[in-house]
T-cell receptor
Framework: GIQVEQSPPDLILQEGANSTLRCNFS?????LQWFHQNPWGQLINLFY???GTKQNGRLSATTVATERYSLLYISSSQTTDSGVYFCAAGGGADGLTFGKGTHLIIQP | DTGVSQDPRHKITKRGQNVTFRCDPISEHNRLYWYRQTLGQGPEFLTY????????KSRLLSDRFSAERPKGSFSTLEIQRTEQGDSAMYLC??????????????FGSGTRLTVV
């Protein structure tokens, strides 16, 4: 099956900083999603991005499918951005394989 | 649209008991997924439905696990003869997937199971 690796595993930043989270996947995929899991455990979908670039406010994501990686950019971090960011990949509408996540802490 | 609802939020059960969880997806979504998440890990795919059809169940963790979606609306996940290793968060998600329409998951808040 598909392997998904995320880096870095942990990241501590000051409020206002920018960050880049990376997701590598082992095989071609046509479904790639980014999620934020808040400290209460709720998973929120950030992007459905099997290829290309999308932006939503301070967040943007780029997937280069031919090179099997995706990047999530967070600009001007806020304390509410803290939590775990997961990348998940798969084939179409089948079940997704999640990475182990990047644990982000934004300090005031 | 009230989102994906899961019930109960928490369940504590004794080892060997059977438990059942319920998921109510977003009404217009046609696919429903079950995942399990253990501490410090990403969610792990278990099974999914398109309407009432269960399209993948080989990833269910053992034959003690089963899922149903009898009328293509809500779904249930049952674990028989629970073991301590079953303690985890059980998550449900739904999407609309009718190409060319595709979308990202909407997850419920999950059911946290503790087996004592």
């Amino acid at each position: 099956g598909i392997q998904v690796e995320q880096s870095p595993p942990d990241l501590i930043l000051q409020e206002g900083a920018n960050s880049t989270l990376r997701c590598n996947f082992s095989d071609s995929v046509n479904n790639l999603q980014w999620f934020h899991q808040n400290p209460w455990g709720q998973l929120i979908n950030l992007f459905y991005i099997p290829s290309g670039t999308k932006q939503n406010g301070r967040l943007s994501a780029t997937t280069v499918a031919t090179e099997r990686y995706s990047l999530l950019y967070i600009s001007s971090s806020q304390t509410t951005d803290s939590g775990v960011y997961f990348c998940a990949a798969g084939g179409g509408a089948d079940g997704l394989t999640f990475g182990k996540g990047t644990h982000l802490i934004i300090q005031p | 649209d009230t989102g994906v609802s899961q019930d109960p939020r928490h369940k504590i059960t004794k080892r060997g008991q059977n438990v059942t969880f319920r998921c109510d997806p977003i009404s217009e979504h046609n696919r429903l997924y079950w995942y399990r998440q253990t501490l410090g890990q990403g969610p792990e795919f278990l099974t999914y439905f398109q309407n009432e059809a269960q399209l993948e169940k080989s990833r269910l963790l053992s034959d003690r696990f089963s899922a149903e979606r009898p009328k293509g609306s809500f779904s249930t996940l049952e674990i028989q003869r629970t073991e301590q290793g079953d303690s985890a968060m059980y998550l449900c998600a739904s999407i609309t997937w009718s190409p060319p329409t595709r979308g990202g998951y909407t997850f419920g808040s999950g059911t946290r199971l503790t087996v004592v």
